[in-house]
């Protein structure tokens, strides 16, 4: 009987460690399936992964249980940061190169996605698995249970200042990466602005949008080799931080 609540215990702690990292999971091609399905498959790895984690007696208590999942939240924060990084600047290039106009003059059938950012995420996504990082991403989730075992995460030990540095480097690296469009896109802005001066009558709105449109899809066919190839550099920082 004690053996059964000690198995009860280690796979509810694996549980809550492995919950949020799972559960809103950024990739596309995991993220379209049900929550319910997720919490399966949450569950699932847990009961197999409960014969490979040493079980600690442990008094099964509220602060236990919160501590294992406020570790899960801080894994899954470093993880998500490299997609999240992305949308938010692939959503600033939609909007500043007129691919989301339609939800600024609609509101009532405004998309939160866009084409540029949607873009960005699936090729994160495929590039994420070409590389073979779920297999690091697990390897460092072994580690992590053999340097803090179940029960044994205490919240004042963790840094949050490195913490919080790794996810703003993350949103820097990638505006970085998608700089020369933003500039490019500006540019184009900056012109337009100064023949508005020029000719007040003319509606410039109009006249700039397709030429933005154009001009930052060129730049962004350009300038995605240089995406592709430091997208990885996203995930290196988080992978780093779980496994160290």
């Known amino acids: 009987m004690m053996f059964g ?39 699932a790895i847990s009961i197999i992964m409960a014969g ?15 501590s294992e999942f406020l570790l899960g939240v801080v894994i899954a924060f470093g993880f998500h940061t490299a997609f999240a990084s992305l949308d938010l600047i692939g959503k600033l290039l939609d909007l500043q190169i007129g691919i989301n106009t339609a939800g600024i003059f609609d509101p009532s059938s405004s998309h939160l996605g866009g084409i540029v950012s949607d873009l960005l995420i699936a090729i994160a996504g495929v590039i994420f698995f070409i590389l073979n990082l779920h297999y690091t991403l697990l390897q460092g989730l072994v580690a992590l249970f053999k340097m803090v075992p179940l029960g044994a995460f205490d919240f004042h030990l963790l840094n949050i200042k490195k913490l919080i540095s790794v996810m703003g480097a993350q ?74």
């Open 171 to 244: 949103f820097i690296f990638a505006f970085i990466m998608l700089l020369p469009v933003i500039l490019g896109v500006w540019l184009v802005d900056l012109a337009f602005a100064v023949m508005s001066r020029s000719m007040p009558q003319a509606n410039i709105y109009f006249l700039a949008l397709p030429v933005k449109f154009i001009v930052g899809l060129i730049l962004l066919m350009f300038s995605m080799p240089m995406i592709v190839q430091n997208i990885p550099r996203l995930f290196e920082q988080p992978l780093k931080l779980i496994i160290s």
């Open 5 to 43: 609540f000690l198995e009860f215990t280690t796979v509810l702690l694996l549980s809550l460690r492995l919950l949020p990292i799972f559960v809103v999971m950024p990739l596309n091609i995991f993220g379209k399936a049900p929550v319910l399905f997720r919490i399966i498959i949450v569950l």
């Open 52 to 66: 490979l984690v040493p079980i600690h007696e442990n008094v099964l208590t509220v602060s236990l249980v919160i």
